[in-house]
């Protein structure tokens, strides 16, 4: 029989490293027009042959201004650009539009757009041993640029991998059908599943600078092997469950039919005549078949 666990395992994940922080950014318009303005002033420089030393001047004012433009970039809706000097992390820009920050940085850019990550379909034992199907798809994001760029190697990966892991974990803690009510199960318990799955997923990947926006079971099933038995164990069950109502229902009817005829006085029963009664009713009411009634054309007790 299936137990409830006591106690969910906490993940615990390294502490992160580094956090996002804005970096400081130019109005990307300013910084082209004051590239563009110092090559200007040293093509003028240079064309005009006012000397060896204003030549120079010239020279250096171009290749100032040609590395100042290696300092504009853009960032596009739904995305963000980490910045790094010399391998030290500087910020990150995530307001869209031309930007122009130190030319001797690199920008890494970082999609911020939701993102939907489909699991395979995973071969499992569950909590009683069964083997089973399951599949899930999580809705995730990332929330901290710094995190995702330094903390692992690749954050999409990473995602993938850990969601796997949690719901490997999940669908070894719980029966996938629950033999009693009080125990929660994979099938019958979708939304505290599917709850507990989303936790356990943000708890793997929070180091990683992802939020999980919401994760849903996409497939759920026996494995092949066991199909066949399981479904006639259901079907049995469910078989078991109809009949339990149609008693239930059965019985209320002839409790109602005989205080009915005891109230209105309409015939007088001995207890053999209303065991009698009870028994057919109870056959017509809970048959699966239709009855064929014997029709008594003499008196009520012959």
Same mark, same amino acid.
């Given at each position: 029989?299936?137990?409830?666990?006591?106690?969910?395992?906490?993940?615990?994940?390294?502490?992160?490293?580094?956090?996002?922080?804005?970096?400081?950014?130019?109005?990307?318009?300013?910084?082209? %027009?004051? =590239? #563009?303005? &110092? +090559? @200007?002033?040293?093509?003028?420089?240079? $064309?005009?042959?006012?000397? !060896?030393?204003?030549?120079?001047?010239?020279?250096? %004012?171009? =290749? #100032?201004? &040609? +590395? @100042?433009?290696?300092?504009?970039?853009? $960032?596009?809706?739904?995305? !963000?650009?980490?910045?790094?000097?010399?391998?030290?992390?500087?910020?990150?820009?995530?307001?869209?539009?031309?930007?122009?920050?130190?030319?001797?940085?690199?920008?890494?850019?970082?999609?911020?757009?939701?993102?939907?990550?489909?699991?395979?379909?995973?071969?499992?034992?569950?909590?009683?041993?069964?083997?089973?199907?399951?599949?899930?798809?999580?809705?995730?994001?990332?929330?901290?640029?710094?995190?995702?760029?330094?903390?692992?190697?690749?954050?999409?990966?990473?995602?993938?991998?850990?969601?796997?892991?949690?719901?490997?974990?999940?669908?070894?803690?719980?029966?996938?059908?629950?033999?009693?009510?009080?125990?929660?199960?994979?099938?019958?318990?979708?939304?505290?599943?599917?709850?507990?799955?989303?936790?356990?997923?943000?708890?793997?990947?929070?180091?990683?600078?992802?939020?999980?926006?919401?994760?849903?079971?996409?497939?759920?099933?026996?494995?092949?092997?066991?199909?066949?038995?399981?479904?006639?164990?259901?079907?049995?069950?469910?078989?078991?469950?109809?009949?339990?109502?149609?008693?239930?229902?059965?019985?209320?009817?002839?409790?109602?039919?005989?205080?009915?005829?005891?109230?209105?006085?309409?015939?007088?029963?001995?207890?053999?005549?209303?065991?009698?009664?009870?028994?057919?009713?109870?056959?017509?009411?809970?048959?699966?078949?239709?009855?064929?009634?014997?029709?008594?054309?003499?008196?009520?007790?012959?």
């Amino acid at each position: 029989m299936s137990q409830q666990p006591a106690v969910d395992v906490a993940v615990r994940m390294p502490d992160p490293v580094v956090e996002e922080r804005a970096a400081s950014s130019t109005n990307g318009f300013l910084g082209l %027009l004051g =590239a #563009l303005a &110092l +090559i @200007a002033v040293g093509i003028v420089l240079i $064309v005009t042959d006012s000397g !060896a030393v204003l030549t120079v001047v010239g020279i250096v %004012l171009d =290749a #100032l201004g &040609l +590395i @100042a433009l290696a300092g504009l970039f853009t $960032v596009a809706p739904g995305e !963000a650009k980490v910045v790094q000097f010399f391998g030290t992390y500087v910020g990150t820009v995530r307001s869209p539009g031309l930007h122009w920050v130190n030319p001797f940085t690199s920008k890494k850019r970082i999609s911020t757009r939701i993102r939907n990550h489909e699991s395979d379909v995973l071969k499992v034992n569950d909590l009683d041993g069964n083997p089973i199907e399951i599949a899930a798809v999580v809705v995730w994001r990332v929330e901290d640029t710094a995190r995702a760029s330094f903390e692992v190697d690749s954050f999409v990966a990473f995602v993938h991998t850990q969601t796997e892991t949690a719901i490997r974990h999940i669908a070894t803690s719980y029966a996938y059908d629950a033999h009693t009510d009080d125990i929660i199960s994979l099938r019958g318990n979708a939304d505290e599943i599917t709850s507990k799955l989303s936790a356990e997923i943000s708890a793997r990947v929070a180091s990683a600078g992802v939020q999980i926006i919401e994760s849903r079971l996409t497939h759920l099933a026996y494995a092949p092997e066991i199909a066949g038995a399981m479904l006639q164990r259901q079907q049995a069950g469910a078989v078991v469950a109809a009949r339990g109502r149609i008693v239930e229902g059965a019985v209320g009817m002839v409790e109602m039919a005989l205080d009915k005829l005891s109230e209105r006085g309409i015939v007088d029963l001995d207890e053999e005549r209303k065991a009698a009664m009870v028994s057919n009713l109870l056959v017509v009411l809970c048959g699966d078949r239709a009855t064929q009634p014997i029709v008594n054309a003499g008196s009520l007790y012959h």
